[in-house]
């Protein structure tokens, strides 16, 4: 089964200059645990919960004053949407993330896909 036909097309993007609160408000509004950074379906990097309470909070940063840029997470693992399931359900195991942007040929972001869907999908026997 290929990404194209797992994956969330509804993605949420906020700025990279954006301030963490704003960026944790929209988490919080769409009920996740992650969001995407960038610009008109550029995709600079990802900002999680995790990133927000280590390198804001834990750091003494003030959520209003502080740049999404600041805090995320800039290394990014991406997948296309003619990737397999199998592959990237692997790769997302292999590097422990679990959510991956999904992009067309021209790098643009076009959707985002879970571990959770790329393995629920697959045979029982497959999943890593």
Do not use: K
Not at 25 to 49: F, K, N, P, S
Not at 52 to 72: D, E, F, N, Y
Not at 76 to 82: D, I, P, S, V
Not at 97 to 117: C, F, K, S, Y
């Amino acid at each position: 089964m290929r990404v194209s036909e797992l994956m969330l097309r509804d993605v949420t993007l906020v700025p990279a200059e954006d301030t963490v609160q704003n960026a944790a408000r929209a988490i919080a509004d769409i009920d996740t645990r992650v969001i995407l950074v960038g610009a008109e379906d550029r995709v600079a990097g990802l900002l999680t919960i995790r990133d927000i309470l280590i390198r804001l909070v834990a750091a003494g940063l003030h959520p209003t004053a502080t740049p999404v840029s600041q805090v995320m997470s800039s290394s990014l693992f991406t997948c296309t949407e003619e990737d397999t399931a199998e592959d990237v359900a692997e790769r997302m195991a292999e590097h422990r993330i679990e959510q991956m942007p999904v992009l067309d040929a021209g790098g643009r972001l076009v959707g985002l896909i879970t571990r959770h869907a790329a393995e629920t999908l697959l045979a029982p026997s497959t999943a890593p």
